[in-house]
Nanobody, 115 residues
Framework: QVQLVESGGGLVQPGGSLRLSCAAS????????MGWYRQAPGKKRELVAE???????HSADSVKGRFTISRDNAEGTVSLQMNSLKPEDTAVYYC?????????WGQGTQVTVSS
């Protein structure tokens, strides 16, 4: 079992920055990929970025050059540094962890980009 707790969401103006953090507890050494997804109102949940235990990263084209994902395998944490935020980045952001046979989700944290 893995539990995920997110922090760091909030309200920011366009062009601003936020940092999201996610801490895993439980069987953290069983985790393969960790990542961030987001879901805007009326839209499907989509991948923002994911990072594998070996360091390979996949990011959505819409965030490349603006968002950076990082991970501490020993601590079971994953972070998302978001720069140059745009109104279209507004969504609930969910932390995700994949283990053999199961995917875990955090409770979500709201990110709102508005002037």
């Amino acid at each position: 079992q893995v539990q995920l707790v997110e922090s760091g969401g909030g309200l920011v103006q366009p062009g601003g920055s936020l940092r999201l953090s996610c801490a895993a507890s439980g069987s953290i050494f069983s985790i393969g990929a960790m990542g961030w997804y987001r879901q805007a109102p009326g839209k499907k949940r989509e991948l923002v970025a994911e990072i594998f235990s070996g360091g390979t990263i996949h990011s959505a084209d819409s965030v490349k050059g603006r968002f950076t994902i990082s991970r501490d395998n020993a601590e079971g944490t994953v972070s998302l540094q978001m720069n140059s935020l745009k109104p279209e980045d507004t969504a609930v952001y969910y932390c995700n962890a994949a283990t053999p046979g199961r995917i875990y989700w955090g409770q979500g944290t709201q990110v709102t980009v508005s002037s």
